[in-house]
């Protein structure tokens, strides 16, 4: 059954179906994330560095192809004000020869991919991975349809279950000595569970149509965007496919699981804190003069989160990597600590984009990320002949160059100046600085004690956590009190009223 149940938009009702939608959205996503963390960490230990170095040779091709899966022509669905029958399976059909084209084109070509790194199971390990492309038809057009009649009910409860399954059989697998086979396992566990799951939440039973006559609309949105996410996988994937050639499995593996750690913050916290900062200077792109302070506070506000997150990352890395990974991954300790340089230069990289893309500007986004499809390609190339330390010091390199080039691109339509991003970030920056220097000074004070075991790892890495949030809060107490109160705020998901964002 498909009815475009978005019609009743003007309804009275409409009010709490906006507000149920985020109730269960947000809680499912908390809840599927818990699930999701606790069984990473869990496996992570089981696992060998080895393991995640082959897995992550093949995640490069899988996201490199992932781009034409098909989902930005779904989306479109949502943007239309009607749909009818013949559109959904306009889209279904589009989407089943995109994803079994791009199935078989990485079937045919895994062989040669594993020849190019010199593991001849990667061809293997790609072959397998060919399934959860199968699975994209059957996830994105209910998804969509759900989305669009705005029933997040549902689709939580899809969500949590597909979870589950991914957890369970992560852990069965990892305990049967599947090795690298559990992280093929698991995800293709969660994304089949998850397409049948919606199917039938949804009651989809579409024939396809690949009569894709008057498309035209629903092509061209998806391929919008195809591009900034083409260029942005280049620029995230490339030092994987090019160590991969040169490093062993167990190098890469650690290599890959201290970016993973050291990205946590950016890929979970930031997009949901981007919702709510950037609305205000979304609904004053009319109003130059109140937008300018409106995009500086939220800068300034997000920099003072994450910042310390970060320098806590970088000072405390050993005990927490020995706490979440285990003793086998200890090697991993300075790259951790390389990458928790380099995650502010990222971070302000990635809250630029949507301030410039409300403003109507998407090719200086494009542009941007071309840039950095270029550079850091060529970084990687020149860091990996020093191996993985070189790699890693790639992205030290490498990020503040990215940043001032879309510094340099974007200011000017919004309408600041590279100077006043800089000052906007300073009190995070300063106050971070600050914190982590009183942290590592404690953790020369503790050398040699409560480094005895797993136990006592634990107290040192949460005594050393104490004292850096009491410190942190402290100086801002003292110092930017104001900052502070909206920084808490924020992290609440609460707007700052828009009154304050006004010049004074």
Known sequence: MVEDTAAGITDSGFANRVRSAVFWRSGSQIVSQVVMWTTTLAVIRILDPADYGLFAMTQVVMVMLAFLNGYGFASSLIQQEQIDRFRVRQAFGLLLILNFGIAAIQFAAAPAIAAYYGQPQVADLLRWQTVMYLATPFMAVPEVLMSRALDFKRLAIVNFISAFVCATTSIVCALAGWGVWTLVAAPTSMVWSRAIGLCIAQRFVVWPSFDFRGTRAMIGFGSAMLVSHLLWSVQTQADVLIAGRILDPHALGLYAEALFLAQLFSSKVIPPLNEVAFPAYARLQSEPDRLRPAFLKAIALIMLICCPVYAGLAVTAPEAVYTLFGPKWVEMVPLVQMFALAMPF???????????????????????????????????????????????????????????FNLWQSCPVIGVRVRDVLLACAPGVGAAGTMAAMVWTMRIGLSGTLDNGLPEIMMRLALLAAIGVLSYVLLLRILAPRMLADAIALLRRQPPAMEELAPG
């Open 346 to 404: 990222m971070t302000l990289h990635v809250l630029i984009h949507p301030a410039v893309n409300a403003l109507g500007h998407p090719r200086i986004t494009v542009r941007s990320s071309a840039f950095g499809a270029a550079l850091m390609p060529l970084v990687f190339l020149v860091g990996v002949q020093f191996g993985v330390t070189g790699l890693a010091l790639g992205w030290v390199i490498g990020m503040p160059l990215v940043l001032l």
